[in-house]
């Protein structure tokens, strides 16, 4: 597989991306299949090929948004999942000679990169959030006007008014400065352990095999950033609550990555790991808000980490 140069790996990876756009559109929940595995292609590349070939994916998705819609969603399209899996697949593949002179590399930390997806995530929306002026209060009540016809009315009850749709629509928008950015830093961490597994079975990874359950977690400023960003969300008023809202929601599912982390590596020799697993999961793959618990965990872990990052 190495026989393949960064130039063609990128190049693949992006018609991998297009591929799974233009195949799952217009087919129901499967349009879906392009969101959480549209950037699996470019992490293979990145990781494997190297940063070249990441740099060349983003571009070529970016190139191939832009003809497809229109500039804008192709520069969304490349800041949300293909500029952080190129990112990453360049600091994942960044080593150094150790101190102890033992002549071991010492690999970039996974909790660095983990801290670098989320603040590119969460700046990549607050630049589409300034550009199409997001506000809540105004896409609430359009939302609702263009709802209201198609549900349908319960014969004998009142219907359901369109104020109340407004409200009902307004209230979940402005959730979504905080769960959308969360959502996606949660997308591209299963996106790049998937990405490591499978590279290191092509046999085109450089990066050893490391314990992540048990060593992840996130540099000791994460905790100043997500503190400051959920006070800023509580005492400020939008459009600034938003900005801080974003930054918030993208840190605190970094935290609960680490949290979950924790929950697989302290459950490995228990009987009824797989059905435990399970049922977390499904109970977060329908409710999503569950995750949160977990950044608990994750929380303490980086308060009582001392000294340098975890590698």
């Given amino acids: 597989m190495k026989k393949i140069n960064a130039l063609t790996a990128g190049f693949i990876a992006a018609a991998a991306f297009a591929a799974m756009m233009v195949v799952f559109s217009g087919m129901g929940f499967l349009v879906l299949i392009p969101v959480f595995l549209g950037s699996l292609p470019i992490y293979i590349a990145a990781?494997?090929?190297?940063?070249?070939?990441?740099?060349?994916?983003?571009?070529?998705?970016?190139?191939?948004?832009?003809?497809?819609?229109?500039?804008?969603?192709?520069?969304?399209?490349?800041?949300?999942?293909?500029?952080?899996?190129?990112?990453?697949?360049?600091?994942?593949?960044?080593?150094?000679s150790s101190n102890n002179g033992s002549g071991e590399l010492e690999w970039y930390?996974?909790?660095?990169?983990?801290?670098?997806?989320?603040?590119?995530?969460?700046?990549?929306?607050?630049?589409?959030?300034?550009?199409?002026?997001?506000d809540p209060l105004k896409f609430g009540p359009e939302i609702a006007k263009q709802m209201k016809p198609h549900l349908p009315s319960v014969e004998g009850r009142p219907d359901i008014t369109e104020e109340q749709l407004s409200t009902t629509f307004t209230m979940n928008l402005r959730l979504l400065p905080f769960v959308l950015p969360s959502f996606w830093v949660g997308?591209?961490?299963?996106?790049?352990?998937?990405?490591?597994?499978?590279?290191?079975?092509?046999?085109?990874?450089?990066?050893?095999?490391?314990?992540?359950?048990?060593?992840?977690?996130?540099?000791?400023?994460?905790?100043?950033?997500?503190?400051?960003?959920?006070?800023?969300?509580?005492?400020?008023?939008?459009?600034?609550?938003?900005?801080?809202a974003v930054v918030a929601g993208a840190l605190v599912?970094?935290?609960?990555?680490?949290?979950?982390s924790i929950f697989h590596q302290h459950t490995r020799d228990w009987a009824g790991r797989g059905p435990l697993l399970f049922v977390t999961y499904m109970m977060i793959g329908l409710m999503f808000f569950p995750v949160y618990l977990f950044a608990i965990a994750g929380i303490v872990r980086?308060?009582?980490?001392?000294?340098a990052d975890p590698k």
């Fill in 47 to 96: 990781l494997g090929w190297g940063t070249r070939a990441g740099i060349v994916a983003t571009l070529t998705i970016m190139g191939f948004g832009a003809i497809a819609t229109d500039p804008l969603s192709g520069l969304l399209i490349g800041m949300t999942m293909a500029a952080p899996a190129a990112l990453a697949g360049h600091q994942a593949n960044l080593a150094q």
């Fill in 109 to 134: 930390p996974l909790s660095r990169i983990l801290l670098w997806i989320s603040m590119l995530i969460a700046g990549a929306i607050l630049v589409f959030g300034l550009m199409v002026d997001f």
């Fill in 253 to 260: 599912m970094a935290f609960s990555v680490v949290g979950l």
């Fill in 187 to 244: 997308i591209h961490v299963l996106n790049l352990l998937a990405g490591l597994r499978i590279t290191r079975r092509m046999g085109v990874l450089a990066r050893p095999e490391e314990d992540i359950a048990a060593n992840i977690s996130l540099p000791q400023i994460s905790l100043i950033i997500v503190l400051v960003a959920l006070a800023g969300m509580s005492v400020t008023s939008p459009p600034l609550s938003y900005v801080f």
């Fill in 302 to 307: 980086t308060s009582r980490l001392k000294g």
